[in-house]
């Protein structure tokens, strides 16, 4: 149950989905279930603005334990977006039609959407991302990721971005395979901060208050990690 998994930090869709209905409910944001006997799954549907839509946050939660990455591929979709992947046999009380979100950059974004600055930061293929709000249709780049290496070859993941977000004193903190940076983002200058990972790159990142956790990887897989370290920013 959502107990368990906040106890453990691993559960199955039902747990994904009680949690996720708990935290909309704290905030008096409508929440209902869909579920699919086929797909033996569970997911939710959330009212906006008086319109409805699907948000299935287990299929978001991304194969692999890689800190700070997320997905929002499942978010705030059509019924007909939910065919395309969950299949036709799935049951709801509520239709979903309204089709504002269904060409929306978020969609595609790998990391948390975070705010400061009176503008909306997220991260989008290897794209620091700045947009005015989450509908502006034409966000702008701040900072450009290089590709992710494989530690000790040349190889790299041409698509794969594993750079995490955070925001502390309205300052963003994000991470390259092999550096920490700090990058205002009223002027862009970005600043390197002083320690480095050892033995692997840097695959995730977290920021909570003043500690950002981080893990070191040879590469993606899971048999590669290093360790998880967590620092203490000044």
């Given at each position: 149950?959502m107990?368990?998994?906040?106890?453990?930090?691993?559960?199955?869709?039902?747990?994904?989905?009680?949690?996720?209905?708990?935290?909309?409910?704290?905030?008096?944001?409508?929440?209902?279930?869909?579920?699919?006997?086929?797909?033996?799954?569970?997911?939710?549907?959330?009212?906006i603005?008086?319109?409805?839509?699907?948000v299935?946050?287990?299929?978001?939660?991304?194969?692999?334990?890689?800190p700070?990455?997320?997905?929002?591929?499942?978010?705030?979709?059509?019924?007909?977006?939910?065919?395309?992947?969950?299949?036709?046999?799935?049951?709801c009380?509520?239709?979903?039609?309204?089709?504002r979100?269904?060409?929306?950059?978020?969609?595609?974004?790998?990391?948390?959407?975070?705010?400061?600055?009176?503008?909306?930061?997220?991260?989008?293929?290897?794209?620091?991302?700045?947009?005015?709000?989450?509908?502006?249709?034409?966000?702008?780049?701040?900072?450009?990721?290089?590709?992710w290496?494989?530690?000790?070859?040349?190889?790299?993941y041409?698509?794969?971005?594993?750079?995490?977000?955070?925001?502390?004193?309205?300052?963003?903190?994000?991470?390259?395979?092999?550096?920490?940076l700090?990058?205002?983002?009223?002027?862009?200058?970005?600043?390197?901060?002083?320690?480095?990972?050892?033995?692997?790159y840097?695959?995730?990142?977290?920021?909570?208050?003043?500690?950002?956790?981080?893990?070191?990887?040879?590469?993606?897989?899971?048999?590669?990690?290093?360790?998880?370290?967590?620092?203490?920013?000044?």
């Amino acid at each position: 149950d959502m107990h368990a998994m906040l106890a453990t930090g691993t559960g199955v869709c039902q747990a994904y989905t009680l949690l996720y209905a708990e935290l909309l409910r704290r905030f008096d944001i409508p929440v209902t279930y869909a579920h699919s006997l086929e797909l033996n799954h569970i997911w939710n549907v959330v009212a906006i603005d008086g319109m409805t839509y699907h948000v299935d946050v287990t299929w978001d939660d991304p194969v692999g334990n890689h800190p700070g990455r997320v997905q929002h591929t499942n978010f705030l979709l059509t019924d007909e977006e939910m065919h395309r992947t969950h299949g036709t046999s799935w049951r709801c009380s509520e239709t979903c039609t309204d089709r504002r979100f269904d060409i929306w950059w978020l969609h595609s974004v790998t990391s948390p959407v975070v705010f400061t600055d009176g503008a909306v930061f997220a991260i989008y293929d290897r794209t620091l991302l700045r947009a005015d709000t989450l509908n502006d249709p034409k966000p702008v780049s701040v900072y450009e990721y290089s590709p992710w290496r494989l530690y000790g070859t040349n190889a790299y993941y041409n698509h794969v971005c594993y750079a995490g977000l955070g925001v502390r004193g309205g300052k963003l903190y994000t991470n390259t395979c092999e550096q920490f940076l700090c990058i205002d983002p009223a002027t862009g200058h970005t600043d390197v901060l002083p320690f480095t990972p050892e033995g692997g790159y840097i695959y995730g990142m977290t920021l909570d208050g003043d500690t950002m956790t981080y893990l070191v990887a040879k590469d993606e897989t899971q048999g590669s990690v290093v360790g998880l370290f967590a620092v203490t920013l000044d």
